[in-house]
């Protein structure tokens, strides 16, 4: 059974980080891409950020426009983790956040690209 349990969620003030982790079980997910995506009351779910397998221990990256230079992408245990480190967080970065993952390779910027999901940890920026 797949599995995808994020953590690392929290309150924290704006200007701050947080770092965002998503185990990943029920089959080797090291080729598969894997992503972030938010959601904010009110607000239609949205990309934040991905990272795709290119072959051996190498990954690409993409992410969206509004967290670019501010939030990375990062992969560990062989492939099997997704993380994502937020600095410098801005209020409207106030979300539910989930981890999501698809066999297929490819930086997904939607949410019909993926086939498996986490239940989502929630991030709260205070100004």
């Known amino acids: 059974q797949v599995q995808l349990v994020e953590s690392g969620g929290g309150l924290v003030q704006a200007g701050g980080s947080l770092r965002l982790s998503c185990a990943a079980s029920?089959?080797?997910?090291?080729?598969?891409?894997m992503g972030w995506f938010r959601q904010a009351p009110g607000k239609e779910r949205e990309f934040v950020a991905v990272?795709?397998?290119?072959?051996?221990?190498?990954?690409?990256?993409d992410y969206a426009d509004s967290v670019k230079g501010r939030f990375t992408i990062f992969r560990g245990n062989a492939g099997n983790a997704v993380y994502l480190q937020m600095n410098s967080l801005k209020s409207e970065d106030t979300a539910v956040y989930y981890c999501?993952?698809?066999?297929?390779?490819?930086?997904?910027?939607?949410?019909?690209?993926?086939?498996?999901w986490g239940q989502g940890t929630q991030v709260t920026v205070s100004s």
């Open positions: 029920g089959r080797t997910f090291s080729s598969y891409c």
């Open positions: 999501a993952a698809d066999p297929r390779p490819r930086l997904g910027h939607s949410s019909t690209d993926y086939e498996y």
């Open positions: 990272t795709n397998w290119t072959g051996g221990r190498t990954y690409n990256a």
